[in-house]
């Protein structure tokens, strides 16, 4: 590692000024150039000016990868060995100890501590890093910590930063806080559009690529691609056409590829230097868009595009969708180039496109996800403070969103009827899980099949695709499974996570058994794991004795029943019909739409060639059209309480509007709001908060006549 290049780093100039702000203020915003130093140094900064004294600092990153990477980085520089007195925690992954006094965690980490430790006391600093990014779960504890400060007035210090934007805006979230600006070096990077758009994102990449290496002097190239597929494509090709150039006709290169499903040592690999007189090529996601920096790079190649899953709470429906990037974030890839030197970025977009084309920033996570996780948290924390709809955000999510987020934790029974919290979902919410599987776990530890609950809940955690896929379509996958694998019994992939695991589990967990059968090594692994911590954290917050131990199925549940019954409970929401003399479903929780099996399910028709007449779905995608991915068939008599449900249904009870019986009553058949007789009826004095829930029960209302004029 060399301290020169940390000497150099603009944020340290900056040391006196930083702690001076800090020492005087609750809260204080960082904004400074992505490379300034904010991530790696400013921890180290207050930690040098005694702030680990009374207590640790935790430092948030939306992206895992950020978080481990990051706590490597700072353990080298302070020469210890990551996990003592630096470490990192990310779902599934604690690399701290008793030592730790700067620790880096995942967002979502960092949240649900707060759960345990509502004040977060063994924090002295907070610094919520990257807010940029604008993930969900940073900006929920942005709301936190609004709260937080004024209880710990006296010993927290929250520090936000940001590589670009809306420093003001923040400031204003929080009474105008100071903002400090680390004004960044950087060099003058010549932006060079193309005149048109290229009929091949990856063929104008490659060219472009070859052109760089073959016509400009020596300096790193970033080329941003959407998807790890995208970045294996490239990275074979230009590895290809690298070798085709005539020997000695340029310098040599290694092209590294780099995404968040890339093994971790594989992910470290493009911190280290570059071997001498040879060009580096990083393939690369979003994440060095701002996360990671790459030292070298001098120029960029951005076709403008970046892989976005958004959600759609009217539909339950998630896309995966390429989408444009926005402007800031065309420039922040541009300023990668100018880092070390005049750089240069090239735009496989034409500037009139930029001008027109592109939003001037992104829209944030919470507009574009299902908070039903969030809002369980922030239920569970017990804030007397809070309500959950006039929750302070930076950016409010839609009513919609709220709405589809409370009907869900209805549905499931982590709310009641009135909105309030339940046992059951106070335990849920202490579950690393989505609350969909944590229902599943408390409802299987009941009828006795915790056991395979917790296997098929690890195996649907896992981050990375379990099977290795034969052929390259991602729809074919599963059907070209070796035969060797269970199939489910032709109940679903819920029953065949479990078959699979529970075969591994019989090898004594043999990696040769994974390898023959193309299941990855290091996926399986993780579910392992994942299954052990799982066992241990429900151990510890459900009571009474239980069974966890992976074992052979018992003789009276040959069909999975008990378990597929736990996971009906679970999947209250996500349910769905088949429709008479069709093998196409009808959803049940949301506005009623027509959906298919995706095409990798294991389930399988009866003899008349018919699907199950109700099945559970863990997610609604559209891709080509709507589809159902991980499938799994339940029956009429599990599903008649969520049928219950759904006809009392009365969404502005469960967001707290206290009695209000002649309002919307929602349908099963059409869940999304009813317009009443004309709302707007004028409110008598009432406490604040039942004003409150009016005044959102008329907005709802405003949105439903709006919804039915647009229809
Ligand atoms: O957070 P910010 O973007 O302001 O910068 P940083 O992540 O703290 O990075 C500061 C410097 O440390 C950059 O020059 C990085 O290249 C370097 N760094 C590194 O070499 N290895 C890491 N794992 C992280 C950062
Ligand atoms: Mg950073």
Partial sequence: MSIISMAELPILQFEDKIVETVDKNPVVVVIGETGSGKSTQLSQILHRRGYTKSGCIAVTQPRRVAAVTVSRRVSEELNVPLGDEVGYAIRFEDRTSEKTIIKYLTDGVLLRESLSNPELSQYSVIILDEAHERSLNTDVLLGLMKRLIKLRASNLKVLITSATLDGEKVSRFFSDCPILNVPGKLFPVEIHHSSEKPKSYIDACLNKALDIHTQEPEGDVLIFMTGQDDIEKLVSRLEERIQRLEEGSCMDAVIYPLHGSLPPELQIRVFSPPPPNCRRFIISTNIAETSLTVDGVVYVIDPGFVKQRQYNPSTGMYSLDVVQISKVQANQRAGRAGRTRPGKCYRLYSSVAYKDDLLDATIPEIQRSSLAGSILYLKSLDLSDINILKFDFLDPPSFEALEDALKQLYLIDAIDDEGSITSLGRTMAELPLEPSLSRTLLEANECGCLSQALTVAAMLSAETTLLISQSKSADRKRKHTPSNLPDGSGLGDHIQFLQIFELWHETDYNTGWCKENNLQVRGMKFVKDVRKQLCQIIQKIAKGPMDVKTSKRRREDQDYRSLRKALCSGYGNQLAERMLRHNGYKTLGFKSQ???????????????????????????????????????????????????????????????????????????????VQKDDGGGNAAPAQPAEDRDSKILAARERYLARRGQANK
């Fill in 594 to 672: 027509l959906v298919q099996v995706h095409p990798s399910s294991v389930l399988r028709t009866d003899e008349e060639g018919m699907f199950p007449n109700y099945v559970i779905y863990h997610e609604l995608i559209a891709t080509t059209r709507p589809y159902m991915r991980n499938v799994c068939a339940v029956e009429m008599p599990w599903v008649r309480p969520v049928f219950a449900k759904l006809q009392n249904l009365n969404v502005s009870k469960l967001s707290g509007g206290a009695n209000q019986s002649h309002e919307e009553e929602v349908q099963p058949e059409n869940a999304d």
